[in-house]
């Protein structure tokens, strides 16, 4: 079964379903890239969370106008104005009180989350025993749904993946760099607007397919994930964008497949998955990675030292540094120097005055940016230049007692 | 209304109400001056999946067994976040959306897998509670506070949020000087041999205990909403930061208390018969008093 | 001399002048990933003297100094205070952070920040007493603020700020004082308070280790300068390090000649 769901053999509905959820994902994988870079990954929180009293607000009405109230069209716009207007709260209490961001993005996610229960409740004892079945937005439910809501959600999912592809541009500028985005005439207000209404957009879709709770995972989780991948922009958005997509894709055709999984939380941690393995796997900024990059670098800037300190005739306090020293065979187990330890002592000695010089000297200043305090000038100087710094070297050098 | 009414029915709920509001603003005030606001978001997302996992793993509803898991999960969630910022180097909020989503998502998705349909057990009691129900069966009126035997039937919730709240209340009234030192400058607070790291997480822990104690009473929206909205609004009223704690106190009773009679009673006046929910209608007073602050509190802006 | 005479003779000195130091850095080591911001610095300031840290911008010297007092983890290094470690002389040591580290906007007066320097003494639960409220008040008075006593902090200029931070370090009543940039960004009178506050300090017998960036009161202010640029170019007295040559090393060609010939006059 599971087979058929990947394969999209589940139906028109199911795979009308699918393939919304992987639009979407790959909207909102794109579209949270922006969010992420400009490091406001929550607020699409807040907006999650303010849609739910427009949604039951919209049910009210829609049912004080005589429907059932369950029109998707009508919940889904109800929610994408109350979370509006919960967005503008969060950027009125962020700029015009003392608050900070997040104060405010907690303030209105709660408030907002706790007045949707209260219409919530409102809705359950105006029509007791009939479900209105708004508890679906909380965490998704795509089981059973109408041909037509089928429809509506991929089309809206198309959509809005349509519009990030049409922002990407201005966006990807505008999140790498404020400042210079002004500066070139795109105003910063305009352009964090468009931003918001693609988070707005990406929410509203998903509160169906992802839910509420949940939908801020899409937004967040494949751009993180991708950052780890890449140093460039427009990399981390083709990358997230993949993630989000191939989340959404894998998550609701599981769904699909197997009764009583919701889709959001199978979304979520797919998305984590892929997250987990970047973590700990990927080559640059991978944790194992740095781990052992740490860990050499650590061990070489010790042994360095511990040669500076021998030819300097100093005495070595650290232990790392010694039993590094011993291991290398540079110093005999009572600490004094070994032939080799001498030598290699004396070149470190050696480098570090020349590196002294190059770095006093601007128009070395191309191998200066490389100073790391271990790397060898001969890997870096010609055998003119080097001449030219050990020539200087034998000058007598103004140190101070 | 007699005392034969309000205090089987509305005394003990709302006293449950008033200390949930007063546990988790008083430690929301450093967690909201620490730019930390939206920590009591993700610790009360993770208790979700702390109590279904104490649930399967216990396999019985009790509530000893589902404080420690939900603690336990709110140490990891804390624990995570941070390993996650500093050794994949991503921005806190970030982190936190990783974690308190896939958490969220991971213990919704062990409910829905696991057999738990016959107990009370599920993802709306976890967001709304159910404050109301936390009724007092064996009082008659105002003299069964004095009455040994009509006591010993209080709703357990009662003692354990007193108790909650005097332990929260001991912690920030012991480590109060650290607190504010080492939240106003960490550098200095570092240099004068304050663990800062420690004292950190141990303002998050002692808010994950206030967030677990109070969300099987009523939920994890209104621990959100009293973790901040109080604190927040505190912060508009004063420069003080003494003065802070103290106004974040008297608004969140204020909004505990206006919150639980205007969804009690509230409906009645405009003519429904039924009640709404008290959760949502306490971290709506909330954010009422937010605004309320917000527009005229004396330093609602920065200087 | 034999090798090794040298060598233990070496160690022998190397071991007393940490001893007799109030701050001995040894094999400093701090790296932001694999780029060293301080790279095997050995420091070793001289009691009683004003000590200006000096470098260009990214050299590393406020790294040098949170490091040493333990703010940031270094990746090698010890760190002594006449000997013992930081941890066990931390009630002498009194740290002035940079202006820009701080939460400006937390609720609170300027009394209490001075106050702050007192948790030494109070510890956790400590009755704050009259006496306590008139030390905090006298080291306001000696920076000249003690008219804003009851000001919320953000409510002041940069150099009023510093100053009360000055203060909360005074009122530490410390015999190593480290700060951290404080005439970076504040005002010709807040400059005149600081430095008549600091050389009163030296007066006393206290050590003073400043960061500083500006190279024209060098003499002025300072007895010894140590010049870092990621690595230790020179350290001693003014009048024998202070010098064009050094100043060159150190800045790597980057001062410019018209800021060298202002300079001239005041070099050592």
């Known amino acids: 079964m599971i087979w058929d769901a990947l394969f999209l053999g589940l139906g028109y509905n199911a795979t009308l379903v699918t393939i919304g959820a992987m639009l979407l994902g790959m909207a909102a994988g794109v579209g949270g890239t922006f969010l992420f870079l400009r490091k406001r990954a929550l607020v699409s929180d807040a907006v999650a969370h303010a849609t739910l009293p427009g949604v039951g607000l919209a049910f009210i009405v829609m049912v004080a106008f005589g429907g059932d109230g369950r029109s998707l069209v009508g919940l889904l716009l109800g929610g994408a104005m109350s979370a509006g207007i919960g967005l503008l709260c969060v950027s009125w209490l962020s700029t015009r009180t003392r608050l900070a961001e997040d104060a405010a993005i907690g303030a209105v996610l709660s408030v907002f989350f706790g007045f949707g229960i209260v219409i919530l409740t409102v809705i359950q004892a105006m029509n007791a025993g009939r479900q209105a079945g708004l508890e679906g937005f909380l965490l998704g439910s795509t089981a059973g749904m109408l041909r037509t809501d089928a429809i509506v959600l991929a089309v809206s999912a198309a959509l809005t993946l349509g519009l990030v592809l049409l922002l990407r541009r201005p966006l990807t500028l505008a999140s790498f760099d404020p400042e210079y985005a002004s500066a070139s005439g795109r105003s910063i207000a305009r352009i964090d607007l468009a931003m918001m209404g693609i988070v707005l957009a990406v929410t509203v879709v998903g509160l169906k397919i992802v839910g509420l709770i949940l939908i801020v995972a899409l937004l967040i989780i494949p751009p993180v994930t991708a950052r780890f991948w890449t140093e460039r922009t427009d990399h981390v958005v083709a990358i997230s964008g993949l993630v989000g997509g191939f989340a959404g894709y894998l998550g609701a055709a599981t769904s699909a497949a197997v009764p009583d999984v919701p889709t959001g939380p199978i979304i979520v941690l797919i998305s984590f998955a892929l997250f987990a393995l970047s973590l700990l796997f990927a080559p640059q900024r991978g944790v194992l990675s740095s781990f052992l990059r740490h860990r050499s670098f650590q061990r070489r800037v010790h042994l360095r030292q511990g040669l500076l300190a021998l030819a300097q005739h100093q005495p070595i306090y650290e232990g790392l540094t010694m039993r590094l020293l011993k291991n290398a065979g540079l110093v005999l187990a009572d600490g004094v120097p070994t032939d080799a330890g001498k030598a290699r002592a004396a070149k470190a000695m050696l480098d570090e005055a020349r590196w002294t010089i190059v770095r006093g000297d601007q128009s070395y200043e191309a191998a200066a940016i490389l100073y790391d305090g271990l790397t060898d000038l001969e890997t870096l100087l010609t055998a003119d230049q080097l001449q030219d710094v050990d020539a200087r070297l034998s000058k007598p050098h103004g140190v101070g007692a | ?303 | 001399m034999s090798v090794e005479l040298a060598t233990l003779n070496g160690q022998q000195a190397d071991r007393t002048a940490r001893a007799d130091s109030p701050l001995a850095i040894r094999g400093m080591t701090v790296s932001y990933g694999q780029k060293p911001a301080v790279f095997s610095v050995d420091m070793t300031i001289r009691s009683g003297a004003m000590t200006a840290i000096i470098g260009p911008n990214g050299a590393g010297k406020s790294t040098l100094l949170k490091a040493a007092l333990g703010i940031l983890t270094p990746l090698a290094g010890t760190v002594t205070v006449l000997g013992k470690s930081v941890a066990q002389m931390r009630d002498h040591i009194a740290y002035v952070p940079q202006r820009a580290s701080v939460d400006w906007d937390f609720p609170t007066r300027v009394i209490d920040v001075v106050m702050m320097g007192l948790y030494g003494q109070l510890g956790l639960l400590g009755r704050v007493r009259q006496t306590h409220r008139d030390q905090a008040m006298a080291c306001l008075n000696r920076v000249g603020m003690a008219d804003f006593a009851t000001r919320q902090i953000g409510q002041l200029s940069g150099g009023q700020q510093q100053r009360v931070f000055l203060a909360r370090s005074l009122v530490q009543a410390a015999d190593l004082y480290l700060l951290d940039e404080p005439f970076a960004g504040v005002d010709a009178a807040t400059e005149t308070a600081i430095i008549g506050v600091l050389k009163g300090l030296r007066d006393a017998g206290k050590t003073v280790v400043v960061v500083h960036h500006d190279l024209s009161t060098v003499t002025d202010y300072f007895d010894d300068v140590f010049l870092i640029n990621t690595q230790v170019i020179a350290q001693g007295s003014v009048a024998t390090t202070f010098t064009q040559e050094n100043l060159q090393t150190t800045y790597g060609g980057r001062l410019a000649g018209a800021q060298m010939d202002a300079l001239s006059g005041t070099l050592g």
């Open chain 2, 1 to 303: 209304m007699s005392g034969a009414e309000f205090v089987p029915l509305s005394l003990t709920p709302m006293l449950i109400g008033i200390f949930v509001a007063m546990a988790c603003a008083l430690p929301g005030n450093f967690l909201l001056l620490r730019r930390q606001a939206l920590i009591g978001d993700a610790i009360s997302h993770v208790v979700l999946p702390g109590i279904v996992v104490a649930f399967l793993l216990s396999g019985a509803v009790a509530a000893l067994p589902m404080l420690l898991g939900a603690a336990g999960a709110a140490v990891i969630a804390v624990a995570a976040i941070e390993g996650i910022r500093r050794v994949g180097r991503i921005e806190p909020g970030a982190a936190m959306g990783v974690v308190f989503t896939t958490m969220f998502a991971g213990g919704v998705l062990l409910l829905e897998i696991s057999d738990t349909s016959d107990v009370h057990l599920d993802v709306e009691h976890a967001l709304f509670g159910n404050l109301e129900s936390l009724i007092w069966l064996d009082a008659f009126g105002w003299a069964s506070l004095l009455d040994p035997e009509a006591l010993a039937g209080l709703p357990v919730e009662l003692p354990r949020m007193a108790a909650t709240f005097v332990l929260v209340g001991a912690f920030v009234a012991l480590f109060w000087r650290p607190l504010k030192i080492s939240t106003f400058d960490e550098g200095f607070a570092q240099t004068i041999g304050m663990r800062t790291r420690p004292l950190g997480l141990a303002l998050v822990v002692v808010s994950a205990i206030a967030a677990v104690a109070a969300f099987d009473a009523v939920g994890s929206i209104i621990v959100i909403a009293m973790f901040i909205c109080p604190p927040a609004a505190a912060r508009l009223m004063t420069n003080r930061l003494e003065t802070q704690v103290a106004w974040s106190m008297v608004f969140a009773i204020l909004a505990a208390v206006t919150g639980y009679v205007l969804a009690g009673y509230g409906p009645l006046w405009m003519g429904f018969d039924a009640s709404v929910s008290a959760a949502g209608m306490i971290a709506t007073m909330s954010g009422v008093i937010l605004a309320i602050a917000a527009f005229a509190g004396p330093h609602r802006r920065s200087v």
